[in-house]
């Protein structure tokens, strides 16, 4: 299951996808690392329709904590404990079902209500898959 979680900015992480918002969650544009910068504040983006710069850690002051500080949003790819799947008829073959992996819920009634829904001349069953480790 994919949810987005927030991290503190690291220049790795943000150059491996992470996007750029504020510790109060309000979007960062156009961020540019400056390197060559002589002073300690070498990442400079748009916040608000304002240029304001941010030290390498992310931080807009250096000795406490703000609002504007950098974090990052990334994709948290954690798969839950139990999920629920459809188990349907293959639609190529009569001969044996399939479960619908490419789709899961995180309550039986949930997939049920899908099933009815999308594939209803299909669903045979509705069947709990629980993790066997983390991938």
């Not at 710069?53 to 990052?72: A, Y």
Request: hydrophobic share 40%; charged share 25%.
């Amino acid at each position: 299951m994919t949810t987005k979680k927030i991290i503190p900015f690291t220049l790795e992480a943000w150059k491996a996808g992470g996007r750029p918002v504020t510790r109060g969650g309000d979007p960062v544009h156009d961020l540019a690392h400056m390197p060559n910068i002589e002073n300690d504040y070498r990442i400079i983006g748009v916040h608000d329709a304002e240029l304001i710069t941010w030290q390498e850690n992310g931080n807009l002051f250096m000795h406490h904590d703000s609002d504007h500080d950098l974090v990052l949003e990334v994709t948290d790819l954690t798969v839950p404990e139990v999920v629920y799947g459809i188990v349907q008829r293959n639609p190529s073959s009569d001969q044996r079902p399939v479960c619908l992996w490419s789709y899961y819920y995180d309550t039986a009634e949930s997939a049920e209500y899908h099933a009815n829904w999308l594939i209803p001349e299909r669903a045979l069953a509705i069947v709990k898959i629980t993790k066997i480790k983390d991938l």
